[in-house]
């Protein structure tokens, strides 16, 4: 599977962002099918775990993010959708989407879990 993530840019602390990451599959296999995931790598720091969303759509969150962000999906259109509110400059960092077929609950915040990346969007939040 090809992700292409869009939807970055700068704001002001306290601004909204939307990230999207649209999924095109070549096999047979169904974007439903796919755990979809936001990671971030801030400069000089480690890739992190930002949120998931299961195949059934179940939504997962890193403390940092939780009631400031809502990951969503649209089977329909092979995309998933991060919603960013109430950025800090904290928050600055290239946002990666990621995808797996396999991977299972316990390990979605595990970047090496995934096998399908994007290609990231730099999200800047001003001071």
């Known amino acids: 599977v090809q992700l292409q993530a869009s939807g970055g840019g700068l704001v002001q602390t306290g601004g909204s962002l939307r990230l999207s990451c649209a999924a095109s599959t070549a096999s047979t296999v169904s974007f439903r099918r796919y755990v979809m995931s936001w990671f971030r790598q801030a400069p000089g720091k480690e890739r992190e775990f930002v949120s998931a969303?299961?195949?059934?759509?179940?939504?997962h969150y890193a403390d940092s993010v939780k009631g400031r962000f809502t990951i969503s999906r649209d089977n329909a259109k092979n995309t998933v959708i991060l919603q960013m509110n109430s950025l800090k400059p904290d928050d600055t960092a290239v946002y990666y989407c990621?995808?797996?077929?396999?991977?299972?609950?316990?390990?979605?915040?595990?970047?090496?879990?995934?096998?399908?990346w994007g290609q990231g969007t730099l999200v800047t939040v001003s001071s």
């Open positions: 990621a995808a797996d077929q396999q991977i299972i609950v316990s390990s979605y915040f595990m970047a090496h879990a995934y096998s399908y």
């Open positions: 969303i299961g195949r059934d759509s179940r939504p």
